[in-house]
């Protein structure tokens, strides 16, 4: 059975569809799973082994250049890789018009089917003209958990049941000598505080609080912008225990998150993909509902807060600190 994934953006709905190939392989050993998604979170995607071809997809770059010959040739050549194959079943676990029209551009086999959301989660982004490339439609649940929805879709098209915790077919942590030279060769926490929309932040005066607590533990400030550069600047002016990273890719991001001993951040992706590895993670939610993203698949993973309500410093300390004696 060829089997596409259409899940295309951002890098926490990404990270969250991965169970689905887990689930398919786990129902339909032989299955062979493509998967289309934005160029820049392609490295993600492979570090899945049971998927066997990532199509990039590059519309947010496309569309700064629309009219240049240059990149409607890169058009081209996306939608000839996309028809290379005819699928047996093709799934859009986004709702998007433009997941929809790359589900309508796919080429399925006699009797292949396309299988898509019949309604969105509460708040979510869901476009219900999306529905006209299915030829089945799921309805799920208006809470369901964003690993979840994608879950159900692919278990409703395929005929069986969720019965296992999701499986995000991650690789295990690296060696000490394997890591790259910007990472300690010690246990270190690494603090996601960065976040595009301001309201999600959690105080700066809680993470140096959180970092005072965890000393002499290493702690790692990454950033994502110069914005984000300034403000672990300020933290890191403020521990004796903490450094600024430089600019990471997203694989070293990856890295970052899958090796380190502890993970607190916002919600955001690298602390989602922290906790896909179960990592020893605390997830702070401060202005985004917890039932859609938390880490709920494992012990290891501690969810505090919620829309309007931050958790205190001495709570996330004493979820760290737990984490770190059960470790």
Known sequence: MNILLVRVSSLGDVLHNLPVVADIRRHYPDAQIDWVVEEGYVSLVRLNPHVRRVIPFALRRWRRGLFKPEVRAEMRAFFRTLREEPYDLVLDTQGLIKTGIIMGAARVKPGGRKVGLANGTEGSGYEPVSRIFHT?????????????????????ALGYAID????????????????PAWMPREDYAVFFHGTARAAKKWAAPNWIALGRALAPMPVLLPWGSEGEKSEAEQLAASLPNARVLPKLSMMDAVELARDCALAVGVDTGLTHIA???????????????????????????????????PPSADDVVAAARTLLASA
């Open 164 to 179: 296992t915790a999701p499986d995000f077919g991650l690789p295990a942590p690296s060696n000490l000598a394997a890591r």
């Open 136 to 156: 089945d439609s799921v309805k799920v649940a208006r809470r369901a958990h964003a690993v979840a929805r994608g879950r159900e879709v692919a278990a409703n």
């Open 275 to 309: 906790a896909a590895f179960v990592r020893p993670t605390v997830e702070i939610y401060c202005d985004s509902p917890r039932w859609k993203t938390e880490g709920n698949w494992s012990p290891r993973i501690v969810n505090l807060g919620d829309t309007g309500t």
